[in-house]
């Protein structure tokens, strides 16, 4: 985790930008502008549409990026909102990885992968890549973490905290999320005393143990969610040696104050994620008109973006480094 | 589910075939086969071996889709095996599945997504497909069910119950996962009685419940590994309405004596996975020599994976159809 703490200590930022476009997050002019260049490429007529918008979310996420690469540590493009668009959206969600590697950002692949033993060991690739000509090592994914889910217990995480070990890279396992629905599960009690979750925490602070960097944070980091703030300070009590992913700040409801609990006593042992409160801040910008053009209206993505994202930092300074 | 209910009823066969190729499962002289083809396709040199295995993937699952298209009534690509070769890997998965849905195959892709609520639409975009031109549906992933992780609770499941419903298609949740570390969270005590793994149970029939189709089961599915005879009888009582797709059987230990209790009193309720036993059969038939060119090594491949899928029948048969 080292990389990641030197990179948020240098930009004097624990916050993460979310990648996660949809349709409505892109302006509209963005996606029409490549309806040319996209026919031409596709096997067929029918992928025209899913096409266009993966073609767009990476122009919106390049866009993105460069407008913050200054401001902030890392970036987190969510998988699954590229998955929605099938194969040509996995390939633009490789791209912007790697565009986001290039331009200096530690890159968090929100991709959420779990399985048993022998599976978890082929989803680790994302982390330890695939070997290349003459034994070399190709990295076709370009993360530098990944999320990962702990259902499936140690022998599903192990794979990914050798690869992790090995190519000075991390993970963060699930532990408590931000939605609505996630008490029904993660917060039932336990005949032995305690909580799931809370046992989950003592699972993935074991599993880092072997793996403390010179921070004093493992390589298993935790995914704990803005909208629980006295869980998450209990948490941060509980798991001394990892560093939290928090989710659910800006438009899921969590504040800086709501945060700040997650932080240790050195403001470092966090990092915060916002998605739409980023990418989306063109919408509430008051300047947007549908007859802007494709550049103009990327710019005011870009320009927004930076905007929101020096709010995000600004406010987390004051919350976090007391 | 009664889409995959009546493909089993119809090949008398409650087995699928888990289509997880590794480079060890791979006869070496057919991944040779493709190195002049790939040459030219690549981007970068570096891409060459991941994107040549990739393409060795895809012959070696057609060659086994043929052979058992006539025989089993469904497949499993799991898709680690996939990304584990990056975005080319990911093509592959996409064209195993579409091929296997031309030759009449019921395809379950073993994804086992699962994100909050917002996140976890984006995933359900696997059943659902996106908008194509003139907003028809276009289907880019070609799976007739996915897997998916319970961690997250309702909002995370919902999406993908919507979208099943839609599109006449089924998912299948976690609830008891086959391999040895699945019990440090899974069977937790809780404080309320019951462990972990029935609760999780529970929600899964109360998931499908709006759902149950003509042949008596929703079209939310549990995993219910097959290194868990007894807890698996006792989870056929629990879950009356839900249908198991269980593995574990063969290379993890699992017999059809073992599986022989998921079924219901009717010989429905369950289709057991094998993967390397079939697909990896091959290795085991002693017919195999290096000397074989890349048509013969297939060949054998298509055989041996023929006679295990026939033999896994008939064991289930005798088992299961009493």
Known sequence: MDRLIDAINAKQN???????????????????????????????????????LAVAFYEFNR??????ADIVPAVKPQIAMYEALGTNGVDVYAMTCEYAAERGLYVLGDV???????????????????????GASYDPWHEDAVTV???????????????????DKDIFALVRTSNPSSSELQ??????????????ADLVERWGEATVGERGYSRVGAVVGATHPEEG??????????????????????????????????????????????????????????????????DLVAESAREAAIDMRDNLRVAVYR
């Open 14 to 52: 624990p916050s993460v930008v979310g990648l996660d476009p949809t349709e409505a997050l892109v302006p509209p002019q963005v996606v029409a502008s490549f309806a040319d260049e996209v026919r031409d490429e596709v096997e067929s007529a029918e992928e025209v549409p899913a096409a266009q």
């Open 63 to 68: 866009a993105i990026i460069d407008a913050v």
């Open 112 to 134: 959420k992968r779990g399985d048993i033993g022998s599976t978890a060991a082929a989803y680790a690739h994302h982390l330890s890549g695939v070997a290349g000509p003459d």
């Open 149 to 167: 889910n702990p259902y499936l217990g140690t022998d599903g995480i192990t794979p990914f905290v050798e690869a992790a070990a090995a190519a």
């Open 187 to 200: 917060e039932l009690e336990l005949a032995s005393g305690g909580r799931v979750y809370e046992h989950v």
């Open 233 to 298: 300070k209990a948490l941060r009590a509980r798991m001394p040696h990892t560093f939290f992913l928090v989710p659910g700040y800006g438009a899921q409801g969590g504040t800086a104050a709501d945060v700040a609990g997650m932080f240790d006593a050195e403001g470092s042992g966090a990092i915060v994620n916002s998605s739409r409160g980023i990418i989306g801040a063109w919408r509430k910008s008051g300047r947007y008109s549908e007859s802007m053009g494709a550049d103009e209206a990327l």
